[in-house]
C-alpha cells in the first residue's frame, strides 16, 4: 500500500503564492509519473500540472507561467509552487502518483488540500 500525504494548502490572497508538497510513502519500487489535480465546488476534476520522473513538465493554459511543479526523487515528494493566484484557482487540490511496487503499477491519490483565493 502507498500513502499520498499532502500539506502546504490555505487561505491567501489574490496575487499571492502559496507552495504544496505532498510526501509518499509505503511500498514503493519505483515513483513514475507525479500530478497535481483539483477540484472546485460544482466542477469536475482538473489536471493542474504533470511531471515525469526524469522532471519533464507539462502545464495546462489556464496555470502556465504561474504554477511550478518539481519533485524530489530521493523523498518521495512533488511540490506546486503557486504563484499569482486568482480567486479561480480556489479548489481542493490533489496530488497523484503512478507507482510501480516491483510487481504491477497503480495509481495513487492524495486526500486533498483546500487551497481558497480571498478577494
Known amino acids: 500500500q502507498v500513502q499520498l500525504v499532502e500539506s502546504g494548502g490555505g487561505l491567501v490572497q489574490v496575487g499571492g503564492s502559496l507552495r504544496l508538497s505532498c510526501a509518499a510513502s509505503?511500498?514503493?519500487?519505483?515513483?513514475?509519473?507525479m500530478a497535481w489535480y483539483r477540484q472546485a465546488p460544482g466542477k469536475q476534476r482538473e489536471l493542474v500540472a504533470t511531471?515525469?520522473?526524469?522532471?519533464?513538465?507539462n502545464y495546462p493554459d489556464s496555470v502556465k507561467g504561474r504554477f511550478t511543479i518539481s519533485r524530489d526523487n530521493a523523498k518521495n515528494t512533488v511540490y506546486l509552487q503557486m504563484n499569482t493566484l486568482k480567486p479561480e484557482d480556489t479548489a481542493v487540490y490533489y496530488c497523484?502518483?503512478?507507482?510501480?511496487?516491483?510487481?504491477?503499477?497503480?495509481?495513487?491519490w492524495g486526500q486533498g488540500t483546500q487551497v481558497t483565493v480571498s478577494s
Open positions: 497523484s502518483a503512478d507507482v510501480f511496487n516491483g510487481i504491477f503499477r497503480e495509481q495513487y
Open positions: 509505503g511500498s514503493i519500487f519505483r515513483l513514475n509519473d
Open positions: 511531471i515525469t520522473s526524469g522532471g519533464i513538465t
